[in-house]
Each structure stands twice: as structure tokens, then as C-alpha cells.
């Protein structure tokens, strides 16, 4: 369904840290409208999370490119009203994979769009005013992103048996629970839907 007249699309908002960055090289070689792609990316927000239904009170959404370890994070002022996606240049460069160049470059553009969709969840998500587990606000990022049909390859439907997690607290447990988070949660979500 097409949006209904209640929702607006935010300012959007780009930065560069490192022009010189092979991450930057490859984010502008793959995405030639960063407009367009967090435009999407709020669009698959709204269609999955709330069906065009919602208000909002994010007026502004800041996209960050920048050399930094991990992946991508986002916060927000403390009136919700403007927030900032960081996505690091080096985990574009690490998402370059694959053994022709075309399965590279495919790779990393759904990389990009796929990662620019999950953090720009994060701008809109409800938490429970912080009551919500953790597992659970990641799972449904990556639930949006499955929707969006922007998984990774080696996300699986299915649990791997065997496999242990450390916690915190030193001890080992599976991490097959529908609230392990990511796309654990994320398949948890598609199918009771």
C-alpha cells in the first residue's frame, strides 16, 4: 500500500569522514543516490513496522560514513526527534566478497542496503521506553531486513546444532532461542507472521 497522508519523510542527512576511504570508493561505486537508498530504507521501516499507520516525530536522519570497527550503530536526541546512523567504511570493505567481481559488487550493495535498512529500523522502533530485550529490538531490525529481501547469505533459517555462546557472565548456552536476537529473531518473527 502507498503511504498515507499522516507520513512524512524526514530530512536525510550525509557524511563523509574518509573520501579516500576504499570503503567510500565502494559505497559510491554501488549506491549512486545515498538519498535514495536511506529513503528506501525508511520506507521498508514504515512499511514493515507500522503499515503506513504511524505518526512520527523524526524530523531528521544523519547517515555517517566513517573508518571504525564493527559494523553500524545508531542514536538519537532525547526527543527522538533527530538521529544519526555511523556505518563503518571497513565493514563495506569487508562485505566485498565473492569469486567473480559482479558477485562482489552485488554482495556489498545488498551489504549496504541491507545494514542502512536495520539501523534506519532502529530510528523509528518502539523499546518499551527501554523495557524491551535486546534480542528483541535486533531481531525485529533484522526482521525488516529480511522483508526487504536484503539478508545476507549466511543467514539460516534453521538453528546450528551444537553451537554455544558465551554470556556475560562466563556461562555457555545455545543460541538457538527465538530471542537470541539478529536473524535468529528475525526468522522467529517471519514465521509467526
Known amino acids: 500500500p ?10 536525510l542527512d550525509f557524511r563523509l569522514e574518509d573520501l579516500g576511504h576504499q570503503g567510500a570508493e565502494l559505497f559510491f561505486r554501488q549506491i549512486s543516490n545515498p538519498y535514495d537508498a536511506m529513503k528506501s530504507a525508511v520506507e521498508a521501516s514504515w512499511k514493515w513496522l507500522y503499515g503506513w499507520n504511524e505518526g512520527t516525530r523524526v524530523k531528521r536522519i544523519t547517515l555517517t560514513l566513517r573508518p571504525m570497527d564493527g559494523v553500524a550503530y545508531t542514536f538519537g536526541s532525547d526527543d527522538g526527534s533527530e538521529k544519526e546512523v555511523h556505518f563503518s567504511l571497513k565493514h563495506i570493505v569487508n562485505s566485498y566478497k565473492g569469486d567473480t567481481d559482479d558477485k562482489k559488487n552485488a554482495r556489498v550493495r545488498e551489504e549496504i542496503l541491507g545494514v542502512l535498512t536495520h539501523e534506519i529500523v532502529h530510528c523509528y522502533q518502539y523499546n518499551g521506553q527501554g523495557t524491551a530485550p535486546g534480542g528483541l529490538i535486533e531481531g525485529i531490525a533484522d526482521c525488516v531486513r529480511l522483508h526487504a529481501k536484503l539478508s ?24 538457538w532461542n527465538w530471542d537470541a536476537g539478529y536473524e535468529r529473531t528475525a526468522y522467529f518473527l517471519d514465521w509467526i507472521d
Open 2 to 11: 502507498k503511504p498515507k497522508n499522516s507520513w512524512i519523510l524526514p530530512r
Open 152 to 175: 545476507p547469505p549466511h543467514w539460516k533459517r534453521i538453528a546450528p546444532k551444537g553451537k554455544h555462546v558465551p554470556e556475560p557472565n562466563g556461562k555457555w548456552t545455545w543460541d
